[in-house]
């Protein structure tokens, strides 16, 4: 578990060095094999180390460490119940909760709309770390791999750590996008039509580089 953990608390960290989390606000799990490794409650990740690992079975098991889990918990597990995420980043991030208080969907502003499966819902408030918060998040997120919580934050899942994280910076950055151009006094920003997000979601499946063709 040591390497994986390592993988988690870098995430973690990164997630406060670029400001979309506060403090010890929002948290990180990873899913190996039947287990998910997960940020510890109340502790500022960078006073984390090797010997602080918090490791979870899918029913909230705790298998390992001594530190609490993230009062998320629920939500992590409820994600990791649901859909193939193999990572989970959960953030307080400024713009996307701002958004979370004004719209019921983040409006597509931007073709990257289409990276988290189509518009961003937000999952109606409950308070944090239960049952009921993990309910409308799964709600929100179906045929997503990100969503808004009213009043709270954002959650993104991936096939890795990196993937999720990219995701969250990807929503923050879309957020304010849309608060930034919504701001302009007798304008209102134009959108994208669902047919060109469905266009876009073709091309990113095929966005990047592809391994050498060893065939000869």
């Known amino acids: 578990?040591?390497?994986p953990w390592?993988?988690?608390v870098a995430t973690a960290r990164r997630t406060a060095a670029e400001g979309l989390v506060v403090?010890?606000?929002g948290n990180v799990s990873v899913r190996v094999g039947d287990l998910v490794l997960v940020t510890p409650s109340g502790v500022p990740y960078d006073r984390l180390g090797p010997g602080d690992t918090v490791a979870v079975r899918l029913d909230g098991t705790q298998v390992l460490g001594t530190l609490t889990p993230t009062s998320e918990l629920p939500m992590h597990l409820a994600v990791y119940r649901t859909t193939g995420a193999r990572a989970v980043v959960h953030t307080h991030a400024v713009h996307a909760t701002a958004v979370?208080?004004?719209?019921?969907?983040?409006?597509p502003v931007h073709y990257m709309t289409a990276a988290l499966g189509g518009p961003v819902r937000v999952a109606p408030y409950a308070t944090y770390g239960t049952d009921a918060l993990a309910e409308r998040?799964?709600?929100?997120?179906?045929?997503r791999t990100g969503c808004l919580l009213q009043n709270h934050g954002a959650v993104t899942y991936g096939a890795s750590l990196d993937q999720a994280y990219d995701r969250t910076a990807q929503l923050e950055w879309m957020c304010r996008l849309w608060l930034t151009a919504a701001a302009v006094p007798g304008r209102t920003p134009s959108l994208l039509p669902p047919e060109e997000i469905d266009r876009v979601a073709g091309k990113l499946a095929g966005y990047g580089q592809r391994p050498a063709d060893t065939r000869g």
Do not use: H, K, N
């Open 137 to 143: 998040m799964l709600e929100a997120l179906d045929g």
């Open 23 to 25: 403090g010890t606000s």
């Open 1 to 3: 578990m040591a390497g």
């Open 100 to 107: 979370s208080t004004l719209v019921d969907e983040l409006p």
């Open 6 to 8: 390592l993988d988690l």
